[in-house]
């Protein structure tokens, strides 16, 4: 990324590189007085600014955007003591002050162009920008308090509403190289400035490669932090390693009283994690606010870094050094005027494997504002940092959880250490590098000491380096290099003049050549893309280098003593593209290792080492479908022979069959038994207790049963054949290996002997999900049972990523699983999965992703399978209110669910609706709590917010035509239909609403003679006076039947939605009806059928004259056929037209106008008398019908 990021800059226009979108100073008390203005209720009493129009269709380059500041350490030491700490470094959190002031800068500099210096008010220009999340900051150097420091940085990606900004600190000035010090990433997103939704960014300009990558590498950024979240151990359970961690660990550490500090223990100090506690309470003022009239971002992590950096301190007893930040979550604002409550504290420690970390401390701090009058607090932040102790002896200190949820607070540390200490590794490596080159240079500095020496020791060192290269030369991607620095070092030893100077720099060439090599001893022939890459361009470098020492040889004494200054340019000049060839294999090495191992660890992986299935046994089970097709799909086919699982889907290796006693003994092995606490039971010790009562799937035959006098679930596996056996040993290998609360919990089962095998379950008590929803409808509501369904997709979800994270399952086998699964709700209304049955020999092929799939298995527990549509005619009758309460229950759902090809998390504004109150982190973990009730009112409106509640309800039967306008209003009353609607009125005509309306005009034909029949679309052109011509190319005695609809439509429904929302109950007040009676008209129109059929046939005067010769007979030998055979008058012979005839179709969606056929397309006025058709042509005109689509709120969106 630093590498691309610097050949990006250098387009930059240098005029704009400082400049930057600054607010317009604005006096706090003037900020008070128009918030009051802005008050509901209040009138605007202020002249209103012109709008600044802003268009977010513009395209943006990428080095538009690019900013710098540069901080003057060096050569200004009065901006250096406003910066300078305690122990004469520089203060890293007024830095990440900086650096959240210029991605903030950079945003809107690419929001509103390179040019723009003042910012203005946020009302004026219509939008704001905020920082959504800090993804790493990463430390790859020390800061250097004598060097000035320049903080860069520029857009790299944009989404819809969303920016990628990356940013970076670089050490300059001294005449030293430039060297970057820091590199970061912060996510942007754009808000309207009224209704505070999302609003759309301007795009990027993608024009050379380096920007294609920068932009690519942005993308999968987004991505990833996208998985990281979904994978976050706040939604799935952790891994089975990770598990297995934190149980050595509190086997280690936690089963003693830390209390006493551990004194005594072999291991350390030992620490509880709720005793590193810190935290600091203060005030919030206004000279710390940003344009927004909030607190600046870059304040909170300055407070929150500064806070966590004396916590750290405290708990090392030492002196630390920031490493990075490993992530912040930007919740929501911090109010001026509101209390802070910052709280820090100890989640993880690591020893370090080098001497020179003795220890890393992982740091943890969440701010909190707290609400005076209640004392409730809510989370607006939450900041990940890592500092080391650089000095110091003996054991460090250990920080131990005690509760659930410090475990996984611990758990998190641990991954995030994980992650830096590989991005370390790399770094130290590649300051190796730099430090080998420098002594290199020491020693011919070293060797100027003897002037009579120096031809010798300079040729020895030519000769020992040509030595070593001559074993580097054998490999490919080396070679030319090699060649080149060979002729470097025999020329070198021919330079007269700067002598030293040139040998120097052919040392320098040749050290990093030979380190590379070190690096890549016996694997040359697998060496990355990227190195390959750069020994290009020092290849290149090297080569100029050589023919610059060539011309000095070459060159006459006093030619160059004429040009000495322009050889000293020179020689300056290829030190410096050394240094840059040198940071080029260690930025862009360690850029790509720092991506790769990000990337790596959010990727699902493999934690159970699961054998292969048996003979049979396959790792999902979909039984073949019809219907499901994508032809862009990878088809994953099913072998008789074992597949190991854990590997991805494209890549499925085959293996021997298993023998059926390697399976038992794998199955009964100490690792399962002992480790993991399963145990196998005799028959004779399970007693069964009545029948089972469960049916559906993989829960069909269990029952209850006790063993050891404990209560418990029983799952026979009865049968004759082999299959039942084949299938108890799929399940017991998969359910010994996954342990999820969404999952069967399996405590044992059958021995080898057993007859019938069977597993024991943990006893819970379960119910089917359909019963459930459906008792929640009747007894709480459309809200509550809205939010069951959503937490009932959470559940699935969750269960669902992890079994594809632990088998490691691609997607479409993840469908497998899920599409086959079936499912029970537990006393807790938590889902429990149960497993699909084995596939023998099965191919899926779908032409939907995982998300569909979890949706639909999901609406499936509905009753009815979740109808959306009703008939008044015959629902209402028969089943109540329930099939309409079931339709308004769907719509809700779909608009809350992700949409098809979205991921599968939930969005932000779902999460927010239904997200759990906080509770006691113990309770949280253990007990059950309700959730928190919502509305229904609450819900829609939301969906409607959206533009994800589209729905309308349609009915095509018993509706007379013309009879309903777009925007008519009104009711049906009890036990009646359309035919007795009463219209109260029209929000259009009577100016209730402004709804945008389209009016649309579709035709059909075809013809019944056809084999198969085809239903062709028609194209209609309009003409004056609202008629609509559709034309039809009619063959010689053919016969079209055809269809016209016309309709006019709203055309965004969810605005009608909101209309009604907002303003029916004030409606039904004015006409003496129930809200939930009213009924709004979004679409109304017309069909009508027609029909047109040629019985005209082809004049004989249009056929040629055959003339045969005198004495002959017909062709053939055949008498010519009668006159009245119809072969020769209907028969098409080729001499005969076969052109169709055109005709004309003219119809309208006015109520007065009267349809009918014409050989002319021009209409004729309204009172003309209609023209006859040709002789030979017949027609139809079929009885014109109606239909329209209407929305109807429900009555507990009413409700108080």
């Known amino acids: 990324m630093d590498r691309l990021l610097k050949v990006v800059r250098t387009r ?30 209040q009138e605007e009493t202020t002249d209103q600014a012109t709008p600044l129009l802003h268009d977010p269709t513009v395209p943006r380059n990428m080095h538009d955007s690019y900013s710098e500041l540069v901080l003057p350490f060096g050569s200004s030491s009065q901006v250096k003591e406003e910066y300078i700490n305690a122990w004469g470094g520089i203060r890293t959190g007024k830095l990440m002050e900086h650096l959240d002031s210029l991605a903030g800068s950079i945003a809107y500099k690419h929001m509103l162009g390179p040019g723009v210096q003042t910012l203005g008010r946020i009302q004026e220009r219509g939008f704001y920008i905020v920082t959504a999340s800090v993804d790493r900051l990463d430390m790859l150097a020390q800061l250097n308090p004598s060097r000035d420091l320049r903080l860069s940085g520029q857009v790299i990606y944009t989404g819809r509403s969303s920016m990628e900004v990356a940013v970076k600190m670089e050490s300059v000035g001294l005449g030293l190289p430039e060297e970057t010090v820091l590199l970061g990433r912060f996510s942007m997103v754009c808000r ?60 280690r550490y936690g089963q003693h009283d830390c209390s006493d500090g551990g004194a005594g223990h ?73 209390i802070l409550r910052l709280r820090s504290q100890i989640l993880h420690t690591g020893t370090h494997t080098e001497a020179e970390f003795p220890m890393l401390v992982h740091v943890g701090v969440k701010a909190n504002v707290v609400d005076v009058k209640t004392g409730s607090e809510q989370t607006t932040n939450d900041f990940r940092f890592t500092w080391c102790r650089e000095e110091g002896e003996g054991v460090p200190r250990k920080v131990v959880p005690k509760t659930y949820k410090e475990a996984m607070l611990w758990l998190e540390g641990k991954r995030a250490l994980a992650l830096g200490e590989e991005i370390r590794v790399t770094v130290r490596h590649i300051r190796r590098l730099i430090l080998s080159n420098a002594a290199d240079t020491l020693a011919i500095v070293i060797g100027r000491s003897s002037d009579r020496a120096a031809p010798t020791f300079l040729a020895v060192s030519a000769a020992s380096l040509t030595k070593e290269l001559a074993s580097m030369s054998s490999f490919p ?31 320098r060439c040749a050290r990093i050549l030979l380190d590379i090599n070190e690096q890549m001893v016996g694997r040359w022939d697998t060496a990355p893309p990227g190195l390959i890459r750069n020994l290009e361009t020092f290849q290149d470098t090297l080569t100029s280098i050589h023919e610059f020492m060539k011309k000095l040889t070459d060159t006459a004494w006093p030619q160059r003593f004429m040009k000495k200054a322009s050889i000293e340019n020179a020689i300056v000049d290829y030190t ?17 290792i720092h991506y790769a191992v990000s990337t790596r660890a959010t990727k699902p992986k493999s934690c159970a080492n699961i054998p292969p299935p048996p003979h049979g046994s396959g790792t999902d089970g979909s039984p073949p479908t019809q219907g499901e097709t994508r032809p862009d799909s990878p088809i994953v086919m099913e072998s008789p022979v074992g597949i190991r699982p854990s590997t991805p889907a494209s890549d499925i290796p085959v293996v021997e069959e298993p023998e059926e006693e390697g399976l038992m003994e794998h199955i009964v092995s100490a690792d399962v038994l002992e480790t993991r606490g399963f145990r196998r039971y005799h028959q004779s010790e399970v007693r069964l207790k009545g029948t089972s009562n469960m049916k559906g799937g993989w829960w069909t035959g269990v029952n209850a049963g006790e063993v050891e006098g404990r209560p418990t679930l029983i799952k026979r596996y009865e049968g004759s054949t082999e299959q039942p056996l084949g299938t108890w040993i799929h399940d017991v290998k998969l359910l010994q290996n996954v342990f999820h609360p969404s999952l069967p919990q399996m405590i044992g089962f059958s021995e080898d002997s057993a007859p019938t095998p069977f597993i024991l379950l943990s006893n819970v008590q379960t119910r089917s999900p359909q019963a459930l929803l459906l008792n929640t409808l009747q007894c709480e509501g459309l809200a509550a049972c809205a939010d069951l369904i959503v937490h009932f997709y959470q559940d699935v979800v969750d269960a669902t990523l ?28 938590t889902i429990i999965m149960g497993l699909p049955p084995p596939k023998d020999g099965w191919l899926t092929v779908r032409n939907y992703g995982l998300t569909e799939s979890l949706k639909t298995v999901v609406l499936r527990m509905l009753p009815k399978g979740g109808t959306i549509q009703y008939s008044r005619d015959s629902d209402e009758v028969e089943d109540g209110d329930i099939i309409r309460r ?22 932000s504004r779902v999460e927010a609706l239904i997200r759990n109150k906080e509770d006691d982190e113990e309770n949280d973990y253990f007990g059950f709590k309700g959730r928190p009730k919502l509305a229904l009112r609450q819900l829609r409106l939301s969906n409607i917010e959206a533009n994800t509640h589209e729905h309308t309800w349609r009915e095509n039967s018993n509706i007379p035509p013309h009879k309903f306008s777009v925007g008519d209003f009104g009711y049906i009353p009890h036990g009646g239909d359309f035919k007795g609607f009463v219209t109260l009125g029209n929000v259009l005509k009577e100016d209730l609403a402004k709804l945008e309306i389209e009016s649309h005009a579709r035709g059909v034909q075809w013809s019944w003679k056809d084999s198969p029949i085809r239903r062709v679309p028609m194209e209609p052109f309009a003409l004056p006076g609202d008629v609509i011509c559709w034309t039809l190319a009619v063959p010689t005695k053919g016969e079209i039947d055809c269809q016209i609809s016309h309709w006019s439509a709203v055309a965004h429904v969810a605005d009608a939605w909101r209309f009604l929302l907002l303003h029916g109950k004030v409606l039904a007040v004015e006409h003496n009806i129930k809200p939930e009676e009213l009924m709004l008209v979004t679409n109304a129109g017309t069909n009508q059928d027609f029909k047109i059929h040629d019985f005209a046939t082809s004049p004989l005067s249009m056929q ?11 062709a053939f030998g055949h008498n010519r056929p009668g006159f009245d055979n119809e072969t020769v008058h209907h028969r098409m012979l080729p001499y005969q037209s076969n052109i169709p005839t055109v005709m004309y179709l003219l119809t309208s969606s006015s109520a007065d106008f009267v349809p009918y056929w014409s050989h002319n397309p021009v209409p004729m006025p309204s009172d003309s008398r209609r023209p006859n058709l040709k002789h030979g042509w017949t027609y139809r005109i079929g009885w014109c019908t109606g239909f329209i689509n209407w929305i109807q709120l429900h009555q507990e969106d009413f409700a108080e």
């Not at 590498?217 to 297995?244: D, F, I, N």
């Not at 992890?802 to 209304?829: E, H, I, M």
């Not at 004259?1105 to 004495?1111: A, H, K, L, S």
């Open 802 to 829: 992890y079994v594809q994270r632990q088998r490691g399952l691609d997607d479409t086998l993840a469908q497998d699983f899920v599409d086959n699964a079936s499912f029970r709700v537990d006393g807790s209304k």
């Open 266 to 338: 072999d291991q350390g100090e030992r620490i509880w994690m709720g005793d590193t506690l810190l935290e600091k309470c203060m005030l919030m003022f206004p000279q710390e606010r940003n344009v927004h009239q909030k607190v600046f971002g870059g304040y909170l992590m300055r407070l929150a870094y500064e806070l966590g950096f004396t916590n750290a301190s405290l708990f090392t007893r030492g002196q630390i050094r920031f490493l990075s930040l490993d992530g912040i979550s930007f919740k929501r604002p911090v109010p001026i005027g509101s």
């Open 192 to 251: 309207d400035a009224n209704t505070h939704k999302a609003r759309a960014v301007n795009p990027l300009i993608i024009s050379t490669p380096e920007e294609r990558s920068l932009y690519k590498m942005g993308e999968q950024l987004k991505h990833r932090r996208q998985s990281v979240l979904l994978r976050s151990l706040s939604r799935v359970p952790p891994s089975l390693a990770e598990a297995e961690a934190l149980h050595s660990f509190y086997l």
């Open 576 to 592: 410096a593209q050394l240094q840059d060839a040198t940071q080029s294999f260690q930025i862009a090495t360690l850029v790509d």
């Open 477 to 507: 991607p080396a070679t030319a290099a090699v060649s080149i620095m060979l002729l470097i070092l025999q020329t070198v030893q021919r330079v007269q003049s700067n002598k030293e100077t040139c040998t120097r720099l052919a040392r």
């Open 1104 to 1114: 040629p004259t055959v003339y045969q010769r005198f004495g002959s007979s017909p």
């Open 12 to 41: 930059t226009d240098p005029a704009y590189t400082t400049v930057m979108p600054m607010r317009t100073p604005i006096l706090w008390s003037e900020a008070l007085l128009n918030s009051a203005r802005e008050a509901p209720g």
């Open 886 to 907: 079931l339709s308004h229950l769907v719509t809700l759902v779909r608009g809350l669910l992700p949409a098809d090809n979205a991921p599968v998390t939930l969005s």
